[in-house]
């Protein structure tokens, strides 16, 4: 079988194009024909060495986020058969219940070997049917982004008809929370450094946004748009850079998914404003298989469809990885395996 290995996490040029023997499931085990996968920014930071010291696996096989068939087994099953297309979760061992240290150290494409691999053994716990109208291609752009865009609006956010959520920037996360908080009832206002993207944006309907590069406070245009309310919910991806104007555009009481760092790690955040105002912080960390089955009904339910920007070859991954890395995309990057 080809899978990619990345030999060094120094750079994106250690990806490499290999063969391996297709593995054999152990008793318990089912072995997946993985036909896609997807890239989320955190494959691109392991792959430049931005885990630093956390990264201790060397000669990894990248990515979380899979999706494919199950061809064999390696015993008896207790849901899942031969032939089911099945989706692989980002936490293998978070099946469900509260988050452990020991789950945080479990994760898909870092601490363990990933899916950019035409084959890969799993636990039956850490899979999922994939609903019948989604493709493979889009399944895999959903273990990741769409798991924390869904904690994030629906499990901890708890978002209500009628609210706002205002969705930093047109990635992976934040396309599927603009989707998962519309589904809610919400309205949304997103930002983006790009007048193309808004452009799109506004074709698909969302007629609230801000060019977050044209105008940097924009925590006050929130508050314009908004009539000096502000926001019930932000969906953090910026991190340092913009917690700011987060908390300058969020309402007393509102609620921040802090979920990403796409601009800075090291903040120093506003106590008084944060504690006056009663503004709640919430991490959120993907989630559990049990969370991903609820979105999955919930996707269904409504027939939402992923955004997918580009779907690339397995043997493209570093033009795939650079595309990412260039912000230019709008939505997921995935790989497809059946070259
Ligand atoms: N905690 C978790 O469980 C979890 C899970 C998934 C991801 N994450 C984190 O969430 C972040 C997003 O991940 P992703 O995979 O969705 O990334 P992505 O698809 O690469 O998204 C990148 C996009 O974010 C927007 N962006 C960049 N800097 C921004 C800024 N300063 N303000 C507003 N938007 C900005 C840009 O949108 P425009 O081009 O429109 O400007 C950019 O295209 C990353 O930091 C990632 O590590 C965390």
């Known amino acids: 079988m080809k899978a990619i290995s990345l030999s060094d996490t120094t750079s994106i040029s250690n990806l490499e194009l290999i063969d391996r023997p297709v593995p054999e499931p152990k008793p318990g085990e089912v072995l997946v024909k993985l036909h896609a996968s997807s890239i989320n920014y955190r494959d691109v930071l392991i792959a430049i060495g931005g885990y630093g010291s956390r990264q201790k696996k060397r000669d990894l096989i990248p990515l979380s986020d899979g999706a494919g068939e199950i061809v064999s087994v390696g015993g008896k099953l207790k849901k899942l058969k031969v032939g089911d297309r099945v989706l692989a979760s980002f936490f293998q061992s978070w099946v469900s219940g509260e988050l452990t240290e020991a789950i945080l150290d479990d994760d898909l494409g870092r601490s363990s070997d990933g899916v950019l691999t035409q084959y890969r053994c799993f636990r039956e716990e850490g899979l999922v049917k994939i609903p019948n109208y989604l493709s493979f291609e889009e399944a895999a752009s959903l273990p990741c982004a769409a798991l924390t865009a869904w904690s994030g609006i629906v499990e901890l956010g708890c978002t209500k008809p009628g609210q706002t959520v205002l969705i930093q920037g047109t990635g992976g996360v934040s396309l599927f929370a603009m989707q998962f908080a519309l589904m809610a009832g919400a309205s949304v206002i997103v930002t983006s450094s790009s007048d193309q993207k808004i452009e ?135 790989l497809s395996h059946d070259l």
């Open 200 to 334: 799109t944006l506004n074709k698909m309907g969302i007629k609230k946004t801000i060019n977050y590069k044209k105008i940097p406070e924009w925590g006050l245009k929130v508050l314009e748009i908004t009539n000096g309310k502000g926001v019930d919910h932000v969906m953090e991806v910026g991190g340092a850079g913009t917690l700011k104007q987060s908390i300058r555009s969020i309402k007393p009481g509102g609620f921040i998914s802090i979920v990403g760092v796409l601009d800075g790690a090291k903040s120093n955040l506003l106590i008084p404003l944060i504690g006056s105002r009663q503004i709640r912080l919430q991490g959120v960390t993907v989630g559990s298989v049990e969370n991903l089955k609820s979105m999955l009904i919930a996707m269904e339910n409504h027939k939402i469809k992923p955004i997918i920007d580009k779907v690339f070859k397995l043997n493209e991954a570093i033009d795939a990885y650079e595309y990412l890395k260039s912000g230019k995309h709008f939505g997921k990057i995935c």
